[in-house]
């Protein structure tokens, strides 16, 4: 992975976050050390994120970490207290402010499980109209359709007195 990659799909993936309720400025340097060696940022400022693949000098949080360490948080199956207790993340600064990253990485991977659930739900109705069509297609090349049918309600039955025994009709008639 190069590091315009890692800055690219750190961005993919923290831009799922709603960020408009946070009011406070937060600007946070990562560095990356290893495969994708480099610095970028992430910035809140009046409810708007902000990331891009420049140094900042004035941050609250520095976060020096690896590629694939922040790519395990951001994508939530790296807890990242866990990542700083176990020796993967080091952190500099505002502790409180560094705590927020695990709510940018909770709220985006729920907002990306939404966006995977609505695209599964239009891939079956998708599926769906697929089959309908199909299904359709074959009884338009099958011809039209000469089945008749007939309910038991649709047959005239006659009543019971109106037809006469046919022996008793001749022997009376001689």
């Known amino acids: 992975m190069t590091y315009q990659e890692l800055v690219s799909e750190i961005r993919d993936i923290f831009m799922q976050a709603d960020v408009s309720g946070i009011k406070e400025h937060i600007a946070y340097q990562f560095d990356i050390r290893g495969e994708a060696e480099g610095a970028f940022y992430a910035e809140v400022s009046e409810g708007k994120l902000y990331i891009e693949p420049y140094e900042y000098y004035d941050r609250d949080v520095l976060f020096t970490t690896t590629a694939d360490t922040l790519l395990s ?14 020796g993967k993340l080091q952190v500099e600064g505002s502790f409180d402010k560094a705590l927020l990253l695990q709510n940018f990485s909770k709220q985006a991977n729920r907002e990306k499980k939404k966006q995977k659930k609505a695209e599964e739900k239009n891939l079956k109705t998708e599926i769906k109209q697929a089959k309908a069509e199909k299904t359709a297609e074959k009884k338009a090349a ?14 005239i039955q006659p009543k019971a007195n109106t037809v006469k025994n046919p022996v008793k009709r001749l022997l009376k008639n001689k």
């Open 142 to 155: 099958a011809g039209p359709d000469t089945t008749v049918s007939v309910k038991t309600d649709d047959i």
């Open 73 to 86: 948080i951001a994508g939530g199956t790296m807890d990242a207290i866990a990542a700083f207790t176990q």
